[in-house]
């Protein structure tokens, strides 16, 4: 079974339709990259599967591991282990960030019939993971996000996908706002976590980021409906000829 799959996915907001027929299937072991021009809907789809309240599906389906996505609250697909990471990060003061890691990994566990995880054997797992997604240790005793740099909050952002090791993990990445630096961060996180029963989506309005995650497909958001859909050679015409080009097809097409 598809870790993911979107069956025409027509989605309003504020009764106004924004996606018009979405289709998507994701397998295991694949990083699909989802671009398109601004306002084409790309965050549209990414809080839908999220199950941001203010998008209404109004037609279509969503399989998640086989089971009706749609019908998960939000905090159990977290639970079932889609990773969600977003443009915005929010701030949690009074909230250390290794406190919400924590309480992240122990829904999971709950979830699962497990128990919480001892402090020690947390302990131990946060170490190692601080280590492999070098980050500065002392930003796990911080706040969450709070005065965090765009950097900071992309590592944070990441020791909580290592930690978590998602079965999909949904990035929507304005990477206009990043560094180099910073999307080498998400980059370098997306590729680690790697493996032949997970897959990633990457949802981004330039190519920049895919010159560090090799996607295996590219799909091109135009107006609400996959307009393209290629391989990574894909990501690299759109660099070179923009966006108008897909447009033009869609426009002749219909
Ligand atoms: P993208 O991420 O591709 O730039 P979005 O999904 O953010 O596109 O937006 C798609 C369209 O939906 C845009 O026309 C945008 O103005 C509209 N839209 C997005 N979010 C909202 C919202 N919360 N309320 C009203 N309109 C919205
Ligand atoms: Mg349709
Ligand atoms: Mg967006």
Do not use: C
């Amino acid at each position: 079974t598809p870790i993911l799959e979107v069956k025409d996915l027509h989605v309003s907001i504020d009764g106004q339709e924004i996606l018009r027929g979405v289709d998507l299937t994701v397998r295991p072991g694949e990083v699909h990259a989802i671009m398109g021009p601004n306002g084409s809907g790309k965050s549209t789809l990414a809080n839908t599967l999220a199950g941001r309240p203010e998008y209404t599906v109004t037609s279509g389906k969503v399989l998640y591991n086989g089971a009706d996505l749609l019908k998960m609250q939000p905090e159990d697909r977290a639970r079932e282990g889609m990773f969600l990471a977003f443009q915005y990060p929010i701030e949690l003061p009074g909230v250390r960030a290794w406190q919400f890691l924590k309480a992240a990994i122990d829904a999971k566990r709950v979830h699962q019939g497990e128990e919480e995880m001892g402090a020690r054997e947390f302990d131990r797992l946060l170490r190692s993971k601080v280590e492999e997604v070098e980050i500065d240790p002392e930003l796990v005793r911080r706040s969450v996000n709070e005065g965090f740099s765009g950097g900071e909050k992309k590592r944070n952002e990441v020791l909580q996908m290592a930690l978590l090791e998602p079965k999909l993990a949904l990035l929507d990445e304005t990477d206009s706002g990043l560094d180099i630096d910073a999307l080498r961060i998400v980059s370098d996180g997306v590729n680690r976590l790697r493996r032949p029963d997970n897959a990633a989506v990457v949802v981004t309005h330039y190519q920049r980021i895919l010159n560090y995650i090799k996607p295996d497909y590219v799909h091109v958001l135009v107006d609400g409906r996959i307009a393209l859909s290629g391989g990574p050679e894909l990501a690299e015409q759109l660099e070179a000829r923009g966006y108008d080009w897909v447009r033009e097809g869609v426009d002749a097409a219909s």
